[in-house]
């Protein structure tokens, strides 16, 4: 404990760039952040502690509730937890992986390890990212961003309070890429607002559709709506996905959304060749509409909206 004191000490001094020599063999100490930021991919943060040689992590208990609340970020200017729902755990592994190379434990901190990381990923919109440990807290985060030219890394120590500096967040997505070439400019010129209620007014024109399921007369001129509808909910979801950086990788729930989308454009043929009841194709159709929504909404987040 006299150790992290004297790193404390030292850093609090402006003596960060002597930090590696003290803090070699002790990370252990301290909870280690590894934030990872690539083009077209969402933020992947990862924390791993060690609570078999963390004094103040008696047991994987205390370890998981000290992640959970081991650093913020902020959003609209203001600092909100990471949201313990979309917490991904990992128990065991290695601290190679988790910690840059001069932070590893050696000496006396290289016996017994228990390593337990918290992860999570999240698409994110603006072009920085600001983390914050919680005031008050009384672990001591270490956080680090891989190198991707081999070079050393980055990395930084907060204590309870501290705020990182504005870091970049890399923009460029595949879809964005193409936009100077196909002289589509107005794309890259729209917000994510735009899209958001873009794709809305699609799924109305979709359920616009359906309506005309119970009307002879109308069926052909309801399915020109739930056609455009479609289209619209289409384009605009791959703006959004733009806007959120993530066409490059895209996560598990987009794939599900869009297998969803090829559904709504079929149920209307399978209702017009009786092998559904209209009825039951309008009920199947909301069914997805929720699901649709659920994913929309809990799922492009990777963070507490709430206050």
Known sequence: MRRVRLLRFILAAGGAVLAPLCALGHGSEFLVAKLKLQAGAPVQLEVTADFGQNPLLADEAAARAAL????QIRQKGHFRPLDEKSVV????GKWEDAAPPAILPVGEDSGVHALITARWEWPWVEDTLVLQVPKGSLHDVLLWMPSKDGSTPKWMMLLGGDVTREIPVPRESRLLALVPATGSGIIAAMSLSFYH????????LVFVGFGGLFSK??????MKW???GLVISLVSGFGMLAKMGIMGSMPWWVWVKIALWLVLGGLPVLAKRRVIAPGVVVLLAV???AVL????????TGFSLGA
Not at 68 to 71: A, D, F, I, M, Q
Not at 89 to 92: A, D, I, L, V
Not at 197 to 204: A, Q, S, T, V
């Open 197 to 204: 209620y873009l794709h809305l007014i699609g799924l109305i």
């Open 68 to 71: 959970l609340k081991s650093v």
């Open 287 to 289: 069914i997805i509409g």
């Open 217 to 222: 007369e109308s069926f052909r001129s309801a």
């Open 226 to 228: 739930h056609g455009i």
């Open 89 to 92: 755990w990992r128990e065991g």
């Open 293 to 300: 929504a659920f994913l929309g909404y809990t799922y492009k």
